[in-house]
């Protein structure tokens, strides 16, 4: 068990093996499937209601996902239909065999408008990325234009990783109750890693699902896209994770998307914060000796080369960090000669999150 002496605590000591689950509370299973990154697993959980299944998360559509869920239908999970399949969010490792499962167990797809809608849109186009609007946002921000059309590149790589889209699917509001027989749960949204994530609290038992918007070890992406190339959402994420310090008791059990199961959760926001705002006082000095592009803040904010293969979500995370300060007054935007986006300090701007 890690122990932490003034932070977030893990409950148990290791992770069930892949196509194995652990009871982690009365009717509640952890079970874990591989993931071909350097981030190896996501977690899934199994909600037994009485008298059905409920799934949260399915991890990706490929080989090994569906022979893990093989083995935890016919085995373990057998003799009981599956009544919902929960999605917390619309990434590939979340929703990459909803449908597959929805279609083998003549189960309901649970998720957020925003989230279906949003991997609906990837999954039928799936070469909008290559459209100049998104490659004039690379540029303005000072990206290389190879590495750019590296990352425009990849715009098939949402349908390569998830099964289509399910038909349809139940709507799920910030607000609701989800009943799934004797057990209810409230539905919380957040913004952030993901437009309109879908967390779910069971007040009784003292259980939270946060999908992706917290877990240990690692802070999620939070990235501007060049869908939303103004937008604030590191400061929608901040918002989130107060609002789930105030709202989810501090002893619950949170049982992430990544990573441990843990107590602690106000801890783990607390720590969060102080991440990122250590990473926008970073950038406020950087900013203070000369003006800098997105581009030129990688640096600062990993400081180590950055793999290709993660460039797109490096970038996004710089940029957020960017539109976080710009939205303050901390920095404000030069722009060159060259077209490309410059930030310089703001000494009057002020320093809260
Ligand atoms: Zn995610
Ligand atoms: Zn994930």
């Not at 990352?151 to 998830?162: A, C, E, M, P």
């Not at 990473?279 to 000369?290: G, K, N, P, Q, Y």
Request: hydrophobic content about 40%; proline content about 5%.
């Amino acid at each position: 068990m890690t122990q932490f002496q003034d932070g977030p605590r893990t409950i148990f000591e290791s992770p069930p093996a892949f196509g194995e689950w652990l009871e982690v509370a009365e009717g509640i299973f952890w079970s874990r499937i591989a993931l071909p990154f350097r981030l190896n697993h996501v977690n899934v959980y199994l909600i037994d209601d009485g008298s059905s299944w409920n799934i949260v998360d399915t991890g990706l559509s490929n080989r090994v996902t569906r022979e893990t869920w093989e083995r935890l239908l016919s085995g373990r999970m057998a003799g009981r239909t599956i009544s919902k399949i929960i999605v917390t969010h619309h990434h590939p490792d979340h929703i990459g065999l909803a449908s597959w499962l929805a279609d083998r167990g003549e189960a309901e797809v649970v998720m957020s408008g925003t989230e279906y809608l949003l991997g609906l849109t990837y999954w039928l186009d799936s070469d909008a990325m290559k459209a100049n609007h998104y490659r004039e946002f690379y540029r303005a921000r000072g990206l290389d234009a190879e590495i750019a059309e590296s990352i425009l590149g990849r715009s098939g790589r949402y349908q390569s990783l998830t099964s289509p889209l399910p038909f349809s699917f139940r709507r799920l509001l910030h607000g609701d109750r989800l009943r799934l027989n004797a057990r209810t749960l409230d539905v919380i949204t957040g913004g952030g890693h993901a437009p309109e994530q879908l967390l779910l609290y069971c007040r009784d038992a003292r259980i939270f699902f946060p999908g992706d918007q917290i877990m240990l070890g690692i802070t999620p992406n939070v990235s501007v896209t060049p869908r939303n190339p103004n937008g604030d959402v590191l400061g929608l994420f901040l918002a989130s994770l107060r609002t789930l310090a105030s709202a989810i008791d501090e002893g619950a059990l949170v049982l992430p998307g990544h990573n441990l199961p843990f107590v602690g959760l106000a801890q783990r926001v607390d720590e969060i914060r102080r991440h990122h705002e250590a990473r926008l006082e970073d950038i406020v000095r950087f900013c203070s000796h000369a003006p800098r592009s997105a581009a030129d803040l990688l640096q600062i904010l990993f400081r180590r080369p950055i793999d290709r293969a993660v460039m797109e979500l490096a970038f996004g995370e710089a940029c957020a960090h960017v539109n976080r300060l710009l939205e303050q007054g901390r920095i404000a935007t030069t722009i060159g000669g060259d077209g490309v986006q410059r930030y310089t300090s703001q000494p009057s701007g002020h320093s809260q999150a």
